[in-house]
């Protein structure tokens, strides 16, 4: 018997190879009648940047740039995520509405989908990686090592 999915949480770095793993997670659906949920992580600005933008502005004006780029990037990760999808789903017209969710947050890839996970009372997380040891290859090594739940990586290599 097969272990119950309602819920998938689905990662995504938008990157050009990264339709084949969206497709994966569409059949994953269909497949357990399960919905999906998209997270997108923007990993956040590192310290040493916030130390050296303001070593140079007055810390009231660091601050409000600080936030005003955070939100500007935010909002525009929010409609990336929006575009690939409605591409997406405008190719597949016979799937339905099976992502319920679209979540773009300022976070580590990890944390985003560990926070996902229950959040939304996830069943499976499903990502992609490439066949290397770049930073996507970490993220699902220690995905699979920690996750609660069932980790289905899909190799996004161009061809």
């Not at 976070?107 to 996830?122: A, Y």
């Not at 499903?126 to 920690?146: E, I, K, M, P, Y």
Request: glycine share 4%; aromatic share 6%; hydrophobic share 40%.
């Amino acid at each position: 018997m097969l272990p119950e999915v309602k819920t998938i949480i689905y990662a995504t770095s938008l990157g050009k190879h990264t339709r084949p793993v969206f497709r994966q997670a569409i059949k994953m659906a269909k497949a357990y009648d399960a919905r999906i949920i998209m997270v997108h992580a923007l990993e956040p600005v590192s310290d040493f940047v916030h130390a050296m933008v303001s070593s140079y502005l007055p810390q009231g004006k660091a601050e409000d740039l600080r936030r005003e780029g955070e939100e500007r990037i935010l909002q525009e990760m929010k409609q990336r995520v929006e575009k690939f999808y409605e591409e997406e789903m405008s190719d597949l017209p016979e799937v339905g509405n099976l992502v319920s969710h679209r979540v773009v947050a300022e976070s580590n890839l990890v944390d985003l989908v560990m926070r996902s996970i229950e959040k939304f009372e996830g069943d499976l997380v499903v990502l992609g990686c490439q066949n290397s040891f770049g930073h996507h290859s970490q993220t699902a090594a220690h995905l699979v090592r920690h996750s609660p739940v069932p980790v289905l990586v899909v190799p996004n290599n161009p061809e």
